[in-house]
């Protein structure tokens, strides 16, 4: 289980997460709205140990980034926007190097190897360079390399970003099937989705969580039964509030 109390962070003078309050466990598949600027990515960020807060307590099954950072490593999987990827590589070369890092007994590396390439239809560019790539099979490698080493946890910020309506479909059908038993978290500014995935919706503006529920739930804050209308509300009252 993730729990996160009373988190805040600053960039200089910026507050940016403003004492957020959340927790999120297996068999949740989570949607982080927000505008643009909101602290989406940095709240992930401090999620997966990459930066640390500046106030607040962050809790990975218990366990803290201080005292033990390597053992909560191990069952998060995060992918940035920009997914770092060894270019020169094929995707076949590259998923066996991440097997590699994990030190992932053969047997469990050849049963989740088969299943990210099967679930994200990555057979056709095994032997591939990821530079030759398209943006949409380079997303689809970056999503499969850090979801190998079967995460419990898994962090996504953007992973539709480039993706064709297919490629969409087939993404959100293994995300789906993986949060079954897993945390999925995903960070995107895109209301569809939300209404694709239909979990849980959290909706961060201005770096307060002023939304935490589910798909309908967020629905009834609109006027005329449309997402874009409910976040425009949550958010702009957010906005107006800081006014």
Known sequence: MIEVKDLVKNFGNLRVLK????????????????????????????????????????????????????????????????????????????????????????????????????????????????????????????????????????????PTEGLDPNQKIAVRRFLKNYACQNMVLISTHLLEEAEALDGRVSVLSEGVLCYDGNVEGMRSFSADGTLSDAFFKLTHLQNTEKE
């Open 19 to 158: 004492s957020i309050n959340f927790s999120a466990q297996e068999g949740e598949l989570i949607t982080l709205l927000g505008p643009n600027g909101a602290g989406k990515t940095t709240l992930m960020r401090i999620l997966c140990g990459y930066m640390p807060p500046d106030a607040g307590i962050v809790q990975i099954d218990e366990m803290n980034f201080v005292s033990q950072r390597n053992q909560i490593l191990r069952r998060i999987g995060y992918m940035p926007e920009n997914t770092p990827l060894y270019s020169e590589m094929t995707v076949a070369e590259y998923l066996l190097f991440v097997g590699k890092v994990f030190a992932m007994p053969q047997k469990i590396f050849e049963k989740s190897f088969m299943e990210v390439v099967d679930g994200l239809e990555l057979l056709s560019v095994l032997n591939q360079k990821i530079q030759t790539l398209s943006k949409g099979y380079r997303r689809r490698a970056g999503i499969a390399s850090v979801m190998l080493h079967q995460p419990k946890y898994v962090i996504l910020d953007e």
